[in-house]
């Protein structure tokens, strides 16, 4: 009996560690209402004003990248230009003395703006897109609760953050 028990113990090892590891998962529109509270962003450039409200969030699977996207607003002088849509895309980062994911290296990823005139589409485009790179390389889009149990382990032992299956899915090692 004593010679079975190693490989009794090898058996038993790979259930053990899956006991011992969970997953928490994120909607995106969990993440887009946490990047919603901090909206509208505003920023004037030159005489152009932006403003981004309504946040919207894609999580791909295929390459593992968050986008955040808004609507919104251009103006010159105050005077209303016409709306876009503006989206930045990015890798996440967890920051664990924060416990916070943060999307890493953010890049414009799309533009629309049908009912722009082309005279200030290029301003429009650069302002809107460095509003939301900057404001997203500052500000969390998830920062973990510090009155939930799991989510303050979480914090200690992050082993991997994945998009799949169109949620953010955080698994936590105990081992």
Same mark, same amino acid.
């Given at each position: 009996?004593?010679?079975?028990?190693?490989?009794?113990?090898?058996? !038993?090892?790979p259930f053990q560690?899956?006991?011992?590891?969970?997953? !928490?998962?994120?909607?995106?529109?969990?993440?887009?209402d946490k990047v919603g509270q901090a909206m509208p962003l505003v920023r004037d450039y030159k005489g152009v004003g932006v403003s981004l409200a309504q946040p919207s969030v894609t999580l791909d699977g295929q390459t593992q990248e968050i986008a955040v996207g808004a609507v919104g607003?251009? !103006?010159?002088?105050g005077m209303p230009l016409g709306s876009f849509t503006a989206?930045?895309?990015?890798?996440?980062?967890?920051?664990?003395?924060?416990?916070?994911?943060? !999307?890493?290296?953010p890049r414009l990823a799309e533009f629309h703006s049908p009912g722009l005139s082309p005279l200030y589409e290029?301003?429009?485009? @650069?302002?809107?897109g460095a509003l939301l790179t900057d404001w997203l390389t500052k500000h969390p889009i998830y920062t973990l609760k510090e009155d939930s149990l799991k989510e303050k382990l979480l914090k200690a032992t992050l082993e991997?953050? @994945?998009v799949e299956d169109g949620q953010l899915r955080v698994r936590l090692k105990l081992m």
């Open positions: 009996m004593r010679r079975f028990l190693p490989v009794l113990f090898l058996l !038993l090892l560690a899956q006991a011992l590891s969970f997953d !928490l998962t994120f909607s995106a529109d969990e993440i887009r607003t251009a !103006l010159v002088s989206a930045v895309a990015g890798k996440l980062r967890f920051d664990a003395e924060q416990g916070a994911f943060y !999307l890493d290296q290029k301003t429009v485009k @650069v302002v809107a991997e953050v @994945v």
